[in-house]
């Protein structure tokens, strides 16, 4: 045992906490003491963590990977060109800060925040800065985020930065620095609270046990000053997002849901006559305030980028009208600029007479002769930035260089661009950060360097900082700042509290009258095209799984199948209708036998590759989830990532299990009946839940006249054993049995599948639902003719009701039933034609229009 650690157990008779903690000297550690001691606010916690058995930490670990699996807590890397969402990784031993510490940190950011603002009020209002000299124009007007068009305008109660997000870290004396402001759309603060939400859940007995101060009343008061500003009463917010697979899509939805905002994308608003509206099923809608995750060059391609696809033409005329808030204002990236770090120091003196509480890191801004010459006499030892990069989730701009690092080439190549083109970069001295414990599996407790990110909000009360923020820490020995922009270890922040904590929960703010509501009809076009797919794609899933289920049972069942090519020829056949397989492909199949036929049923049920297998549905199913996220409750969410990644986690072995397909398939069922019973029983019937079921209804009628059409259109249903595969696949054979008490006939069968209006799977309830959901949806009522949509939907309603089963059930010629043919195909027409009018009439209009020009590549933090 080392001297520091039986200097703790001798002073306080306690179980070692820490016994293979071992810090480097140098550095500032957050628990370990230069004395070799344990800082006094962490041992209460530490002598709980080393009380908890072997087999509770592991139960632990284990909750918090579940609960972020479950959540699906995701992030795009940076640079992914593929952009594929990779788990987020939050280490449990959080970060512990005590009271008066927090108190000196919350003056410092207050205080940098409250300068900030300042400074963006005088530079897009007088600009007497800029006239008394205490800063230089070119930092200014040669910053690409200083927007011009924004000049001039207003903001209510002189709020330009409503939430905003400080980078700090601890140097080796103890002292906290900026690393790096944050004031164009701070990322992470959503992260922080499903750190802090999955951290007390794993951890419960500690966390109470240490007195934490919560975050909830951080949001509620952020969220309460920002709808206070609206001129209106029962304000309409929406948060703009960049839309799916940019970095932090997970938190835009996350945020949006907590704070009871609308995620929207650019395509979903319009401006007309200076006042932004939402494009939803009912109407142009009203919105009141923006809260952006849009970088503000995007926001608008009339008057900043004409080549985005992001923005909404108009968006800077209607904030110039003071028609809506944006949070941040635009152009409030202007202060993100490292540049002016070094110039803070005494714009704090000129603008709030007062010196800097919290200091930066050191920095010289290269467009200054003096400064430029001291950064290129250093460079070997500085870190340089290009200050015109924009800065990532969660650390400055990839254009980044550490001179220790360069060679003499690189060396001089850098300095000759410095020389260039001396206002687009800093030089910063490096910064040694401090360390804490990580807790990895199976290596114990080690120390790993870490940075802080505050927020920080505009309330009524003035500025207020959020008790905890999001910790990051090395994933090896990394000490400098800039490196540890490469990790995505987070943890979660614990400030303690002397006093009683509250225990508020985020509650409808109640700072203006609350109208009663039934439902809402601010539906998005966008968001009920999305929840008209998920439905489509989830019942797709449904078919899917009980067709492969049904054609596996009995590939392994009938022990005489493989002697009979026409019944394997069947099988394949549904497979072609469904359109899992090709005709090729299902040629191939029957040509090589039961093998052949198993291996076919293998690829549609685990093959990535296979453009319309179950995988690609299920791929399907997870992408339009993750774009009406904010629409589902967390119990329906997780139900549909449990289906999603059933195969995913099964995966095929080198060849098909067939005994293991069943049980996954078996649980898939399950699973998918666990989503239908949250859809029907929890889900408000508005407009959000009547899209949901019309793309299931229509998608259900699709499957259903496919199934009738290959099952039972052509010869000797009852004989062959069709009938009864049909009643299977439709869930339907118990019913059957029940009402009749005798084998499958066909005329009987034909009934209650299509026009039976009891039966959940026939045809005719399908469209009596449909029929339902569209006499509630939004219809321009002076129309003296009915619409396109009724005309189609009653009339085959009518043919439905009106077809007489046992003429169905007779065959003409060619050992066919023409007339079941000529049905289902009209019916699988009518579903095509309806899905489209749908389309066109509640949907067209939120499709973005193409602009041609370069694409934005990241949305910066």
Known sequence: MSSTRARYSAVDGAIDPLPDYAPSGGEFDEVIAPDGSVRPHWREFLDGFA????????????????????????????????????????????????????????????QRADLLNRILGD???????????????????????????????AVPQNVHLHLLAFDIARAPDGRWWVLSDRTQAPSGAGYALENRLVASNSLPGLFAASNVQRLASFFARFSEHFLSLSRHDDPLAVLLSPGPGRTTYF??????????????????????DDRLFLKTIDGLKPVDLVMRRVESEYCDPLELRTDSLLGVPGLVQAARTGQVVVANALGSGLVESDAFLSFLPGLCRHLLDEELKMPGVASWWCGQPQERAYVLDNLDRLIVRNVTMPKTILGPGQDRFIGAELSAAEREALRGRIGREGHKFIGQEPVALSTTPVWLDGQGLRPAHMTLRVYVAATADGYKVMPGGLTRVSEASISQAPLLEQSNISKDSWVLSDEPVDTFSLLTAPHNALRLRRGSRDLPSRTADNLFWLGRYAERCEGTVRLLRSLLTRLHGESDLAAHPVALDRLVKLLVAQEHLSQRRARQAVAGGMGAVEAALGRVLFGRDTPDGLVSILGNVRRTANLVRERLSEDTWQILMELVETVEVSGPGDSLNVDEALQLLDRMIRNQAALNGMIMENMTRAYSWRFLDLGRRLERIRHMVRLIRNLAGRGDPEATGSLGLLLELADSTMTYRTRYKAVPRLVAALD????????????????NAFETHMSELPSDSSEAIISPIQRIATELHATLRLADMEALAGQSRRDKREKLERLTHKL??????????????????????????????????
């Open 828 to 861: 699988e027409e009518g579903v095509k034609e309806l899905a489209d009018l749908i389309a066109r009439t509640y949907f067209s209009h939120s499709m973005p229009q193409h602009v041609s020009g370069p694409q934005w590549v990241e949305m910066p933090s």
């Open 51 to 110: 009380a908890l058995p072997e087999a509770e930490r592991d139960r632990a670990r284990g909750m918090a990977a579940r609960l972020l699996r479950e959540n699906s807590v995701t992030y795009v890397a940076q640079g992914d060109p593929e952009h594929r969402d990779r788990p987020w990784q939050l280490d449990l031993f959080p970060l512990l800060i005590e009271p008066s510490e927090w108190k000196a940190i919350e003056a410092g950011l207050i």
């Open 251 to 272: 938190e835009h939805a996350y945020l949006a849901r907590y704070l009871g905002y609308s995620v929207v994308e650019g395509s979903d608003l319009t401006v007309r």
């Open 752 to 767: 209650l599948l299509m026009a039976d209006e009891t039966n959940p799977r026939s045809v005719l309830f399908q469209l």
């Open 123 to 153: 530079l897009y209002g007088p600009q007497t800065l800029l006239k008394a000299g205490k800063l230089p124009p070119s930092l200014v007007f040669g910053n690409p985020q200083f927007l011009n068009p924004c000049h001039g305008i």
